[in-house]
Every structure is written in C-alpha cells, then in structure tokens.
C-alpha cells in the first residue's frame, strides 16, 4: 500500500490502513449477523468480501451493503467478492447470481435491489501469480479425498454439479431420477380389489414445518413388486419420492428461495396446499394413516394448553382442518442420512434403491449444495436447505425402525408395578399387558 499511496499507515490494533488521501480500509472478520454490528452506521463506498460462500445465510451480506453509500457524488460504490462452490452459502449465490445470467454477463440482479452485477467464473490456471500451477491442482486434488464433487467446484470450478456435496457421488440423475408422469403403483387387496385404501396401503409423508424457514411435504411409496420405469430397475423394498409441496418465499422473477421460508404462511393454508398434493395423485381424501404421515418432532411439541386436558401443539392445530400427523421418531441424525446414502447409492441396482421423481423440484435443487458439518463430517450442515431432504429421512428412520407399520391392535397397559393392589396379577409380556391372569404357583 505505501508503494501505491506513499504516506498511508497501517495500525494493527485497530487493523485499518489510513490512506493518505483521507481514506480508510478497514479489515474485518464476518461471522453472521452480529457481525454487522461493527460497521453500522458507517458510510462504505467500497466493499471487497473473501470467500462470500461461507455466508451461510445471505442476510449479514445484504445488511452490509445497506451501509454503502457516499457523499461524493464522483465515488460510484461497489461490491467485490470472491466465492467457490460448496461453501455454506453455495445455494444462495447459486440461485440469486450464477443461474440469473451468463458469466462476463451485465444483468440486473434482483437480488442486490435490482443493481447491475457481474460474475466471472475462474479457476487457478487463471492466476498469472500461481509459479506452478501443475503442482498446486496436485496438492488440491490431494485434499479433496478422491471426492469427484468436491474436484469438480474447487479444481475446475463448477457450480453446477449433481454429485456434490454431502451425498456425494451417491445422488445421481442416472441411476436416481425417475420422469415426472411416474405414478403411485396399484396393489390389490386380500380379494383382489384395486380401491383407493390400497393404492395408499404403501405411501407415506413426510413433513417439515416451518415459517422462517420453508415447509414441505413429500409423498412418498414404497415399491411392493420389481418394475422398470423409463429403463431404470426398480428392486421390491425401493423406495421413491413421487410428488412434493414446498412452500417458499418467491424471488420477483418468479423463481424460489429453496431456504428462505414464507412468513405469511398459516396452519390452514399449509393444509389446504396437502390436499392438493393428494388430490394431484388420486386421493379423495386422508386416505395415508396418520402413524404414515411423519412431521419434525417440533410439530408434536407441546407449547401449552387450551384447556383442561387439550396441550396445544402445531399437530393440533393440523388436526382441526382434518389432517392428522405423527411426530418423528428420535433418532441419531446421522443414522438417519446414512441410511438415506445407502438407498440413493443403491438405486438401479438389485437391492432396494432411492429414486426422485422430477415433481420433487426442490429435492434435486437443493440436495446438491447440502454439505458436510465441519464439526461432525457425519452430520449435514444444519444452515444447509435440507427442509426436503428432513422429510425423507424422516420416513426412511420411521419404517426403518417399524413403529409404523401395519399390524394388529395391542392394547398397551401400564407397568406392573403401577397397577393397583386389588387389581388381579396380569401377565406382562413383550412390553404388553394381557387380559389372562398370571398363573400363581
């Protein structure tokens, strides 16, 4: 800086560079909201930001640049910054700036207020500094584990990757995706019937609520006999995802905001959108049992009482428009999205598979920018838009752990040393209470 503006100090307690033209650059460490604090109230004429896609919610980014302004009208501000894909933030600047126009492109980016904005793709070959290139893509591929998704956005710089992210080469459009038209299979009854009861004997829903944040539904069936659809095997015990409702902020240009959730949305609205997912694929009524249709666990928790023996939940108030739902089981998240990676890698195969219709629009936009938690590899990044993706792993660990599967009536009692003194002995078995005195010997 002193050879480019002779005069100018820098003082390291305070990290600026005082210029000797009256200016200032600040350095600033970024992490989150609280961040913004820092600079409120400041006039930045310039803002040049290092690796945006840490960001993993656009928010403290657009509040910065709210804080861009000058009194010299010859200062025009701008905003520079530097991303690569697969950051936390990768989604947002995926579907705001790079899928809104070409690279080298001029648009105006609805996003940033409808400002004109560039983005220019590089890789390392385009650094005129780099003294070996060849050994630097060595070291870099080196780092990436032979992970192919993570190769294609940090060596060749590519955001457009299928294969990418947490699922890795798991998630693919060959081996995963089925075409729009597929349909729910019909499997008769014990008599032979083809009703609407059977046709939901095999579905399931899963749910994830949401306001701040987006709320989903997912239907999904799981495959009875081995069939071939659009030249893909479909193995007995696969599983696919036939129809979604997702519901999401809308960007002006008329595309979604896949994290972005709809705060206007409402309990009689959101039911009002599942009906139309079931009615979409041929159910007259709520046909899927109640114990099939999973939600978050946040839906069951209870925030209070509406009266004597009434606990108010978000299930409840589902439950008054006619939709009945059941909390998901507890389980290790991880578990839950391994066993989702093990379905997804076995799709196409003999052995029961994952498959995606195409109607499940915001499952093949977003599970490609969910990436790993860097304190738990095992584990998805929790800011990731994994609303979709909660759903299904929601019904995979509910059959999974056979909680809700088909099975005769058991009247559960309570544990017998709950019972009340003159009550006769009873037997206790398997967890369940009999109605047959326990012989006495």
């Not at 109640?290 to 108030?317: K, N, Y």
């Not at 800011?383 to 056979?402: E, F, I, K």
Request: charged content about 25%; glycine content about 8%; some cysteine.
């Amino acid at each position: 800086m002193p050879v480019l503006m002779p005069g100018s100090k820098y003082y390291k307690a305070k990290r600026q560079w005082k210029l000797s033209n009256g200016g200032t650059i600040r350095l600033i460490h970024m992490d989150a909201n609280d961040a913004f604090n820092k600079i409120q109230g400041e006039d930045l004429s310039h803002i040049f930001w290092d690796e945006l896609g840490q960001e993993a919610d656009p928010q403290v980014v657009l509040r910065a640049r709210s804080s861009m302004r000058t009194t010299d009208p010859t200062v025009v501000p701008k905003f520079i910054a530097t991303a690569n894909p697969l950051g936390p933030g990768s989604w947002w600047i995926r579907d705001y700036i790079v899928t809104k126009a070409m690279p080298n492109r001029i648009f105006n980016c609805e996003f940033f207020g409808a400002q004109p904005a560039v983005w220019v793709k590089s890789t390392l070959r385009d650094n005129p500094y780099l003294s070996n290139p060849d050994q630097y893509e060595q070291e870099l591929r080196a780092s990436c584990f032979g992970d192919e998704s993570k190769i294609a956005a940090e060596v060749l710089g590519e955001w457009g990757q299928v294969t990418a992210g947490f699922f890795g080469s798991c998630l693919s459009i060959e081996r995963c995706m089925l075409p729009r038209d597929f349909q729910i299979p019909w499997y008769p009854d014990k008599s032979g019937s083809f009703t609407e009861k059977t046709k939901a004997h095999w579905c399931w829903i899963g749910g994830d609520w949401g306001t701040a944040s987006p709320a989903c539904v997912v239907l999904m069936s799981q495959i009875q006999e081995p069939m071939t659809i659009a030249g893909k095997h479909l193995a007995r015990g696969s599983w696919v995802c036939i129809d979604e409702e997702y519901v999401c902020s809308i960007q002006p240009d008329g595309s979604k905001e896949w994290n972005r959730g709809d705060r206007s949305l409402t309990a009689p609205q959101f039911v009002e959108r599942v009906k139309k997912l079931y009615k979409r694929n041929g159910f007259q009524n709520w046909v899927i049992p109640p114990r099939r249709v999973i939600m978050d666990s946040a839906v069951t928790a209870q925030l209070g009482f509406g009266g004597h023996s009434d606990p108010v939940t978000l299930s409840t108030e589902f439950k008054k428009y006619g939709w009945q739902v059941t909390g998901s089981p507890k389980s290790s998240r991880a578990v839950g999205w391994q066993l989702m990676k093990s379905l997804l890698w076995q799709a196409g195969s003999d052995e029961p598979g994952l498959y995606i219709s195409e109607r499940c629009e915001s499952l093949w936009a977003t599970l490609p920018y969910c990436i790993s938690d860097d304190r738990n590899p095992e584990d998805m990044e929790k800011a990731a838009p994994d609303h979709s993706a909660d759903a299904v792993r929601y019904v995979l660990t509910a059959a999974n752990q056979g909680q809700h599967s088909y099975r005769q009536s058991q009247r559960s009692g309570a544990h017998p040393l709950m019972w009340s003194n003159e009550e006769k002995r009873r037997r206790y078995v398997g967890g369940v209470r009999t109605y047959k005195p326990m012989p006495i010997r």
